[in-house]
């Protein structure tokens, strides 16, 4: 018999993809263009054309052998090495090869960094809403999840709650920023904040809290936003980041963290993580895929397909009489549900074959998140039935 934590998990599967094959459900009924499906972040815009013919010399011109073999746990040098010198020409920051790990995408390294830091029963805090995997990543090392309770309507984190909720057991801090699902982007006056509070709880406890910053959406900002790099604003700063979105490659597993030498006991922190990527069962990310981006660094995310669908969407949804806060990244639109239970919303959506997510998926009911990463078409198209299910509530 499995286990009875997996059986709770099982039970409890998760609504995104419930919904996701429930879009494809209908799709056979209905046929794809009668379907609008806001249900999952899965980057719609091809990968860039470098991509492809990156790959084809990579694996023309590699020795197979190199190539396809086992490579450190922590990546190959040669790849965190040009990693790191990329970040350093953005950021104005001071890393090395020795500061980067390569791992198994965001989720990856999400679950190395957690193994690395947490003991049973440590506190992990975040910001409601947040990514739902988070409870999961904390609960495989033990730890605990804390919430910061959502802060409606700008979804700008709540500090002062935050502050209360740091105690001698807190040993890590989750932000994500631009935010799944809010869209929002933190400002440098947030971090500064948080930054500070942190500092003043860790000689309070004479503790360590590592910040964690989970960017897969990083690249993907509108109006010229300026996401700031929080490696600058607190020495105890692990980054991770992700290819997934910034180059549409979410399903070839690749990403990295960032461990800086400030970081307290950085070097011991840097060989844990990379015995947690071994043993974790990544042994070490995918070869073909770190040589790839290494060659991709430079590559800027073309963000008019998002842009155009976010102006569509936002506007034509303020129209029909939703409210919702305009999101300055990523690709998602969080919407307040005309009626308390937000699941009847999205039930009552499906009836106009409109798939949502419920806000309780990501610890925030009343809203209901739409990832905007699908057609221009499926936009357009989807205007009219939202008007129809508007119609309902206003
Ligand atoms: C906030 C957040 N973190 C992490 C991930 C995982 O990303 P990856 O595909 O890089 O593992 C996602 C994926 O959607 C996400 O939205």
């Known amino acids: 018999m499995i286990s009875e934590k997996m059986k709770y998990m099982v039970a409890n599967g998760s609504a995104i993809r419930a919904m996701f094959e429930e879009g494809n459900r209908l799709i056979k009924l209905y046929g794809a263009e009668n379907v609008f499906d806001f249900s999952l972040g899965n980057p719609n815009v091809p990968a860039p054309e470098s991509v492809k013919s990156a790959l084809i010399e990579i694996v023309e011109e590699t020795d197979p052998i190199v190539l396809h073999g086992y490579t450190s746990n922590s990546g190959y040098a040669d790849v965190r090495e040009a990693v790191a010198e990329s970040l350093n020409k953005r950021f104005g920051t001071n890393f090395a090869g020795k500061n980067i790990i390569m791992t198994v995408g965001a989720a990856g390294g999400l679950n190395v960094i957690l193994k690395t830091l947490l003991n049973p029963e440590d506190e992990v805090l975040t910001f409601a809403p947040y990514f739902v995997e988070y409870r999961s990543y904390v609960a495989n090392f033990g730890g605990k999840l804390i919430e910061v309770s959502p802060n409606a309507p ?12 740091i105690t001698p057991k807190t040993k890590a801090v989750i932000v994500n920023t631009p935010n799944n699902p809010t869209g929002v982007v933190y400002s440098e006056d947030t971090i500064q904040k948080m930054a500070a509070i942190l500092e003043a709880k860790q000689k309070e406890y004479g503790t360590e809290i590592y910040l964690i910053s989970d960017e897969p959406y990083r690249e993907l900002v509108y109006d010229g936003v300026e996401v700031p790099y929080l490696t600058k604003y607190y020495d105890n700063t692990i980054v991770g980041y992700s290819y997934s979105k910034s180059l549409s490659l979410p399903g070839e597993r690749i990403g990295y963290l960032v461990i800086p030498d400030e970081v307290t006991d950085s070097e011991l922190v840097v060989a844990a993580a990379t015995v947690a990527n071994r043993v974790l069962g990544f042994v070490n990310a995918p070869t073909l895929q770190q ?5 991709c660094l430079y590559e800027e995310t073309d963000l008019t397909y998002y842009n155009r669908n ?34 009847e919303f999205c039930e009552a959506g499906k009836k106009y074959n ?41």
Request: aromatic residues 16%.
């Open 310 to 343: 976010r102006e569509a969407l936002y506007g034509g949804l303020k129209e029909c009489g939703f409210e919702c806060i305009k999101p300055e990244g990523a690709f998602y639109l969080f919407v307040k549900s005309p009626v308390a239970n937000e699941k």
């Open 291 to 295: 040589k790839l981006v290494a060659k």
């Open 354 to 394: 409109i798939l949502m997510v419920p806000g309780s998926s990501f610890a925030c009911p009343g809203y209901v998140r739409l990832a905007y990463c699908v057609s221009y078409e499926t936009i357009m198209n989807s205007l009219p039935k939202f008007k129809e299910l508007a119609k309902e509530y206003f």
């Open 154 to 165: 700008t979804f700008q984190p709540k500090l002062d709650e935050f502050e209360q909720k």
